[in-house]
């Protein structure tokens, strides 16, 4: 099964951008479609976007339309998760998986295809 490892997480002021990307040293990520969760400490996980395997389709949650933007990119076998306006209700650790089907409710996540998170840490 395809193991995903993530990084690009760090501590960042609010207003500040991030760059999460989301690799796989196995097979070629082209043909599946990723998505992006999150986990922040007391919450509910949160299921905030996916691409499909072709990059046409891309869906965000409402709570981070506009400011996070994921592509791929596939000559570097990798998808990148780019996080700006970020605000202390980002902090969290965000993970990448597997998912069967990119549609807008963003469901049907492979939750067991995810690789260790990295950290988002939103403070001044």
């Known amino acids: 099964q395809l193991q995903l490892v993530e990084s690009g997480g760090g501590l960042v002021q609010p207003g500040g951008s991030l760059r999460l990307s989301c690799a796989t040293s196995?097979?070629?990520?082209?043909?599946?479609?990723i998505g992006w969760f999150r986990q922040a400490p007391g919450k509910e996980r949160e299921e905030i976007s996916c691409i499909s395997s072709s990059s046409i389709e891309s869906y965000y949650a409402d709570s981070v339309q506009g400011r996070f933007f994921i592509t791929r990119d596939y000559a570097e076998n990798t998808v990148y998760l780019q996080m700006n306006s970020l605000g202390p209700e980002d902090t969290g650790v965000y993970y990448c998986?597997?998912?069967?089907?990119?549609?807008?409710?963003?469901?049907?996540?492979?939750?067991?295809?995810r690789g260790p998170g990295t950290q988002v840490i939103v403070s001044s």
């Open positions: 196995g097979s070629p990520l082209d043909h599946y479609a």
């Open positions: 998986v597997v998912v069967g089907l990119c549609l807008r409710e963003l469901r049907d996540f492979r939750f067991a295809s």
